[in-house]
Nanobody, 124 residues
Framework: QVQLVESGGGLVQAGGSLRLSCVAS????????MGWFRQVPGKERTFVAS????????YDADIVKGRFTISRDNAKNTVYLQMNSLKLDDTAVYYC?????????????????WGQGTHVTVSP
């Protein structure tokens, strides 16, 4: 009952910034934990960041290192990932995810709903 559509990916030079957006369609967006994951070819998706329905955020410190910020606008049914100081190894397909429970299972990649992904390519 929840559909997620990501946007905002593209080609950016190392050190640059991108803002990813994920628009959710569904009746219970404001109650869901939302998150961002990323995946490179041949590897599993990895957790990047999440935010609970009450606004508590969690980050993978090794990936984010203070560079990314997750936010959500419940009035617009949208979650964002602001990415600054992008590095070459940030190149991946970034996926938005939603789950009505969230927590460790969600951050481990078990989400109720997934978006289609948006490509981020960081160039030298």
């Amino acid at each position: 009952q929840v559909q997620l559509v990501e946007s905002g990916g593209g080609l950016v030079q190392a050190g640059g910034s991108l803002r990813l957006s994920c628009v959710a369609s569904g009746r219970t967006f404001s109650t869901y934990e939302m998150g961002w994951f990323r995946q490179v070819p041949g590897k599993e998706r990895t957790f990047v960041a999440s935010m609970t329905s009450s606004g508590i955020s969690t980050y993978d410190a090794d990936i984010v290192k203070g560079r990314f910020t997750i936010s959500r606008d419940n009035a617009k049914n949208t979650v964002y990932l602001q990415m600054n100081s992008l590095k070459l190894d940030d190149t991946a397909v970034y996926y938005c995810a939603a789950d009505r429970s969230g927590g460790r299972s969600f951050r481990g990649g078990r989400a109720g709903y997934w978006g289609q992904g948006t490509h981020v390519t960081v160039s030298p």
